[in-house]
């Protein structure tokens, strides 16, 4: 196993949701998007009326708080393509601005389309052939450009991996 390079803390958020209405409309429609893609607008669309969501604090090259105008929403897919199980990001982009139908065409795209025919994915695994110390530099700066920090890796991200036989440990004091 390699060692963690930073320290990340753990914060548990729990919260039930009142889906029945959403559950109901899902189920009247022919073609059912997918959880996925109706988790993103929301996201985007609760992102338009609250700043925090959408705002991200940079340390280079003078620490301060970075405000997008939009949210940019990415998603945890398992490539099909690989020799195994392999969790990879795609970005969906500003969902609020896309239909559910577009939202869910993209993931499909990211999880089974043909080699070099989503471009995100591309980079992410030409940067994973760097060496380490180059790896490191890129994503200091991409993540500390504001910009760039969202084109890179989003202002929300979902990802359900329990199809993968993975949860969620919390260690209780």
């Not at 803390?9 to 059912?32: E, Q």
């Not at 239909?99 to 980079?123: C, M, W």
């Not at 994973?128 to 110390?133: D, G, H």
Request: hydrophobic share 45%; charged share 25%.
């Amino acid at each position: 196993a390699l060692p963690m390079h930073a320290s990340v803390p753990l914060v548990v958020v729990k919260t039930t949701l009142k889906l029945d209405r959403l559950v109901k409309a899902r189920s009247a429609l022919n073609a059912r998007p997918g959880w996925t893609p109706i988790f993103a607008k929301a996201i985007c669309i609760v992102g338009r009326d609250e700043p925090a969501l959408r705002t991200f604090y940079l340390k280079w090259p003078w620490p301060r708080f970075y405000e997008l105008p939009r949210s940019v929403v990415m998603a945890v897919v398992i490539r099909d393509s690989f020799d195994r199980d392999v969790p990879v990001m795609s970005k969906l982009g500003v969902a609020d601005e896309q239909s559910l139908t577009e939202l869910d065409e993209t993931l499909k795209q990211s999880k089974n389309g043909p080699r070099g025919a989503v471009p995100f994915i591309e980079r992410q695994l030409r940067i994973n052939r760097y060496p380490f110390l180059l790896r490191r530099l890129i994503w200091a700066i991409a993540l500390n450009i504001g910009r760039q920090r969202a084109n890179h890796f989003g202002t929300a991200s979902i990802t359900s991996l329990a199809n993968l036989g993975v949860e969620t440990v919390v260690a209780k004091a």
